[in-house]
């Protein structure tokens, strides 16, 4: 269904992956930072990655808080994923949007990496001829795709590191380079970075529940929530998000705040949704099928989303 | 001065019931939901009089997720 859809390649676009809060109308229009950070989308549909684990690591760039990260399971093998809505065994759910040329440094800022360095890259690889993804998985199949390796390759070429989320290239469906945002460490040892707002990130990729109940010394609690929010309203439009929330415990003492945050942004993310990716009911439907805002109520039962 | 309530009737299909009491209960001490009429799906949300202008657009926004079929404001 997802697959005959699948919008052809678009010059000057940006093709971005996401897989934590740009999965939900409410995080890309940035409903819970007061609207900073918002991205609006010309094209969405879903996609299912493959060779790619996730879990929250990386200190956000927006507040105290732990933001999703993305590993691959194997590194000599690239990151990829398909259309589709369905996740199979080992495969993530997530979103890929496509974004007008002129979103470039929005999406740099969002992903805590300089804006201008973004449009030297998009520049480079227009030099090249080539689109920008293309370019990244260029440099990323010199380096046998170890994404450490790819990342000071990269420091190399630019000069530049990023002190967020360092642009890595996932090949979708066989054909065309996406873009897709993930915390590396790819200076070298001497020169690490020391993380963002002055924190360590963990070294483990953690779910949703294990972040959840994390000691709020050094966290903002409820900032936390909220980003969990913005993640798990994915699975409002039929996005997998199992990997997420498997281990979360029902009855946890964060779980009834974070179910009445759910239920509330529920009841308006796919209206955000439409509006976020550009699209009309017809066409979400066709790709998302219908919107099942009962996820937000099933969230602590044993099996969800289902 | 006792405080003025209001409240909404409509229908909606059982299985959607318990979606909508999580929904609603989630906004602490907006309305209370109560079942008016278990027979016809029959329900009522209970508010002050205040609390109507955010009961009515809770309810447009759920009125767009689940088909809600008013049956009378008093």
């Given at each position: 269904?997802?697959?005959?859809?699948l919008?052809?390649t678009?010059?000057?676009?940006?093709?971005?992956?996401?897989?934590?809060?740009?999965?939900?109308?409410?995080?890309?229009?940035?409903?819970?930072?007061?609207?900073?950070?918002?991205?609006?989308?010309?094209?969405?549909?879903?996609?299912v990655?493959?060779?790619?684990?996730?879990?929250?690591?990386?200190?956000?760039?927006?507040?105290?808080?732990?933001?999703?990260?993305?590993?691959?399971?194997?590194?000599?093998?690239?990151?990829?994923?398909?259309?589709?809505?369905?996740?199979?065994?080992?495969?993530l759910?997530?979103?890929?949007?496509?974004?007008?040329?002129?979103f470039?440094?929005?999406?740099?800022?969002?992903?805590?990496?300089?804006?201008?360095?973004?449009?030297?890259?998009?520049e480079?690889?227009k030099?090249?001829?080539?689109?920008?993804g293309?370019?990244?998985?260029?440099?990323?199949e010199?380096?046998h795709?170890?994404?450490?390796?790819?990342?000071?390759a990269?420091?190399?070429?630019t000069?530049?590191?990023?002190?967020?989320?360092?642009?890595?290239?996932?090949?979708?469906?066989?054909?065309?380079?996406a873009?897709?945002?993930?915390?590396?460490?790819?200076?070298?040892?001497?020169?690490?970075?020391?993380?963002?707002?002055?924190?360590?990130?963990?070294?483990?990729?953690?779910?949703?529940?294990?972040?959840?109940?994390?000691d709020?010394?050094?966290?903002d609690?409820?900032?936390q929530?909220?980003?969990?929010?913005?993640?798990l309203?994915?699975?409002?439009?039929?996005?997998?998000?199992?990997?997420?929330?498997?281990?979360?415990?029902?009855?946890?003492?964060?779980?009834?705040?974070?179910?009445r945050?759910?239920?509330?942004?529920a009841?308006?993310e796919?209206a955000?949704?439409?509006?976020?990716?550009?699209?009309?009911?017809?066409?979400?439907?066709k790709?998302?099928?219908?919107?099942?805002?009962?996820?937000?109520?099933?969230?602590?039962?044993?099996?969800f989303?289902g | 001065?006792?405080?003025?309530?209001?409240?909404?009737?409509?229908?909606?299909?059982p299985?959607?019931?318990v979606?909508?009491?999580?929904?609603?209960?989630?906004?602490?001490?907006?309305?209370?939901?109560?079942?008016?009429?278990?027979?016809?799906?029959?329900?009522?949300?209970?508010?002050?009089?205040?609390?109507?202008?955010?009961?009515?657009?809770l309810?447009?926004?759920?009125?767009?997720?689940?088909?809600?079929?008013?049956?009378?404001?008093?």
């Open positions: 269904m997802v697959r005959e859809v919008p052809a678009v010059e000057d676009t940006l093709l971005v992956i996401g897989y934590g809060s740009l999965m939900s109308g409410f995080g890309l229009l940035g409903e819970a930072r007061g609207g900073r950070g918002r991205l609006l989308a010309c094209e969405a549909f879903p996609v990655l493959s060779n790619a684990r996730r879990g929250l690591q990386k200190p956000s760039n927006h507040g105290r808080y732990l933001a999703m990260n993305l590993e691959q399971r194997d590194p000599g093998q690239p990151l990829t994923g398909r259309p589709a809505i369905q996740a199979g065994p080992g495969e759910g997530a979103l890929a949007l496509r974004f007008e040329r002129r470039a440094r929005q999406i740099a800022s969002r992903e805590g990496h300089d804006p201008d360095q973004f449009e030297r890259l998009i480079r690889a030099r090249r001829g080539c689109a920008l293309d370019w990244l998985l260029d440099l990323a010199v380096q795709h170890d994404l450490q390796a790819y990342g000071r990269l420091f190399t070429a000069g530049y590191v990023s002190p967020g989320y360092t642009f890595c290239p996932l090949v979708l469906d066989g054909r065309e380079a873009l897709v945002a993930v915390a590396l460490d790819c200076r070298p040892p001497s020169d690490a970075l020391a993380g963002v707002n002055g924190a360590s990130a963990p070294p483990a990729l953690l779910g949703l529940g294990e972040a959840a109940a994390l709020g010394r050094a966290l609690c409820s900032a929530l909220d980003y969990i929010v913005e993640c309203l994915a699975a409002v439009h039929n996005i997998s998000v199992r990997d997420l929330t498997a281990g979360i415990e029902p009855g946890a003492p964060w779980s009834a705040e974070l179910q945050r759910l239920l509330r942004a009841v308006g796919p955000l949704f439409l509006k976020a990716a550009s699209l009309d009911p017809e066409r979400y439907g790709r998302f099928g219908k919107p099942d805002v009962s996820v937000a109520r099933r969230f602590c039962e044993p099996g989303p | 001065m006792a405080a003025a309530f209001k409240s909404i009737a409509f229908e909606l299909a299985e959607l019931i979606d909508l009491k999580a929904i609603v209960e989630s906004y602490d001490n907006l309305a209370t939901l109560r079942t008016d009429d278990p027979e016809r799906h029959r329900l009522k949300l209970y508010f002050a009089e205040e609390a109507e202008h955010d009961v009515e657009r309810l447009a926004a759920l009125a767009q997720l689940m088909p809600i079929r008013r049956v009378g404001v008093r």
